[in-house]
């Protein structure tokens, strides 16, 4: 398909997407709402074409931002029961600290609105215009950035924990399978609606789904109150994939800042914040052991000693001096770039948890190689950089605007399959910007 072609049809996807409420729903049937981290790359993608609706995007998430500065990975701005857990499972009416006028999940996603945002300045034509729209949301994600280090931080470090693995947007990963091991979960009675819309064996199991639940549990349990999740919930980790983009939008805030002008106090807070984050995240969360970046398990006090692509993650927001890096990209390309694999699996091709077609345990996502095609670049990495995109629009035009891909290049072959949702909008959103790209 000719590079027009692809971007028109992925104009249709985001434009089909598109809700009536102004928002984009990430895949119909699958994905009926809001999800955080996929607006972000969703406003990207419309910005390209159609700049009022990258506003609304964002706008009608950042409407549903808590008291505190927390932001849901989920806004419930309809009513719908094709998707489980949903709204009245949630209920983030627990929390008093959560809005009234809006339903929505009681966990976040990786907080991308910061490079988002400055991602959307950079694009527009009318930068007076653009400027008005990025001053109005702009205290709205600093909130959401201050939120992560007053709450989420309990060591004072800079680095921010998760307590779901949900929040990590990788969400089956086998990084969590020994924290799997440490919990006993009932066995919980509920309907999964993914498995009717695609096929279970690309999915989490029940099981699976029993510790993702628990661990709700005891967040309603706890009203929601962080620091009662900290003291009892047995997932809490330090992600480097969720710090990285933490401290990639921080970036984005002080340049953005120092445009709009008046904001010293803000700077000062977020420069100080980066500098510890990345001193930290290179002294705690680097593992030498694997030449990659690790997830940090704070029950335990352990480093999780597994590659995925997260591993490679702290190169978008330039925490590894140029030493560091080149070991990245040497462990980036023994494990993952095989001639007979497409850049880049999301779990260690060599492991053996490896799963080409279930989830996060193996499969190609495209916001994952957005996000190092773009580290990549940072170190000059143009050659690793320009496979990744090549791979990412070959997968695209050969299947489709999937929600992950297999891959293996002989298997995809014989089963010419993309997998999860169909027609997905961070895929579509992603590959109009790399095509878009100057």
């Known amino acids: 398909m000719s590079k027009k072609s692809l971007v028109e049809k992925a104009k249709r996807v ?10 984009t729903i990430p895949s119909k049937n699958l994905y009926p709402f809001q999800w955080k981290w996929d607006s972000g790359f969703i406003a990207i993608g419309l910005a390209h074409f159609d700049i009022e609706k990258a506003k609304k995007e964002i706008d009608s998430l950042l409407n549903a931002q808590w008291e505190n500065g927390f932001i849901p990975h989920i806004v419930f701005h309809t009513k719908n029961d ?13 929390s008093p600290k959560s809005p009234k006028h809006i339903k929505t999940s009681g966990i976040t996603q990786p907080p991308v609105l910061g490079f988002v945002l400055e991602k959307l300045y950079n694009m527009a034509y009318n930068k007076i215009e653009i400027l008005k729209f990025i001053k109005s949301q702009i205290n709205k994600v600093y909130k959401n950035h201050r ?3 007053s709450k989420r931080d309990i060591n004072n470090e800079g680095l921010i924990y998760i307590y779901h693995n949900w929040e990590s947007g990788t969400d089956n990963s086998p990084v969590w399978d020994d924290i799997w091991k440490t919990m006993n979960p009932p066995r919980y009675k509920f309907e999964r609606k993914d498995t009717t819309h695609v096929d279970s064996s690309q999915r989490p199991t029940n099981r699976e789904y029993d510790h993702y639940i628990d661990i709700i549990e005891l967040a309603k349990r706890s009203n929601y109150d962080d620091n009662k999740i900290a003291k009892h919930s047995p997932f809490l980790v330090q992600d480097p994939l969720f710090n990285s983009i933490l401290i990639r939008s921080n970036e984005s805030l002080i340049r953005l800042y120092k445009i709009l002008g008046g904001n010293e106090e803000k700077i000062k807070y977020l420069k100080s914040k980066n500098e510890k984050s990345l001193t930290n995240i290179n002294k705690k969360l680097y593992n030498s052991s694997i030449g990659a970046y690790s997830h940090f398990n704070l029950r335990n006090g352990k480093k999780i000693p597994l ?5 490679f993650s702290p190169l978008f927001c330039g925490a590894p001096d140029l030493d560091l890096a080149r070991k990245l990209k040497n462990t980036l390309m023994k494990k993952f770039g095989k001639h007979d694999y497409y850049l880049c699996s999301s779990f260690d091709p060599e492991g053996k948890k490896h799963d080409q077609k279930k989830y996060w345990r193996g499969p190609v996502w495209i916001n994952l190689n957005w996000i190092l095609y773009h580290g990549l670049k940072r170190y000059r990495y143009e050659e690793i950089a320009k496979r990744i995109k090549n791979d990412s629009l070959e997968l695209v035009d050969k299947f489709g605007f999937y929600e992950y891909f297999n891959p293996s290049k002989k298997t995809s072959k014989e089963s010419n399959i993309g997998y999860g949702g169909e027609n997905f909008s961070w895929t579509a959103a992603l590959t109009i910007d790399f095509l878009s790209e100057k």
Not at 14 to 23: P, S, T
């Open 147 to 149: 939120y992560f280090y």
């Open 14 to 23: 985001l434009i089909g997407n598109f809700q009536k409420k102004g928002f």
């Open 307 to 311: 590659i995925c692509s997260s591993s």
């Open 82 to 94: 094709s998707y489980f857990p949903g709204a009245d499972f949630h209920k983030s009416s627990l």
